[in-house]
């Protein structure tokens, strides 16, 4: 199983990026998918998930409104759209992948079983 992020690059504050995920080695389309971020000294943090489901999402406050996430057809690959983008959102990016036994989606990092290998997003003031 490998999740392959990609999209991550350098942009001014109020740009956009658009970030990717393919995932590959096995069927994901019962698994929710979710990206997380590790800003400069500080621990990883939960940024928004796609559920196993449907088009259900939730995302963190600090970056609800500004950014969404979406699946692709196969449901093997996550995008996450990032507008007004803010120097704090700097960061590495990863992508992640949960079985979601019993409900349909975490914004717990222990709960997710394969990780992507991380996109690092810088954003300039």
């Known amino acids: 199983v490998q999740l392959q992020a990609s999209g991550g690059g350098l942009v001014q504050a109020g740009g956009s990026l658009r970030l990717s995920c393919a995932a590959s080695g096995r069927t994901f389309s019962t698994y929710s998918m979710g990206w997380f971020r590790q800003a400069p000294g500080k621990e990883r943090e939960f940024v928004a998930v796609?559920?196993?489901?449907?088009?259900?999402?939730y995302y963190a406050d600090s970056v609800k409104g500004r950014f969404t996430i979406s699946r692709g057809d196969a449901r093997n690959t996550v995008y996450l759209q990032m507008n007004s983008l803010k120097p704090e959102d700097t960061a590495v990016y990863y992508c992640?992948?949960?079985?979601?036994?019993?409900?349909?989606?975490?914004?717990?990092?222990?709960?997710?079983?394969?990780w992507g290998q991380g996109t690092l997003v810088t954003v300039s003031s």
């Open positions: 796609s559920g196993w489901s449907g088009g259900s999402t």
């Open positions: 992640a992948a949960d079985r979601s036994d019993g409900y349909m989606y975490s914004d717990y990092e222990r709960d997710y079983d394969y």
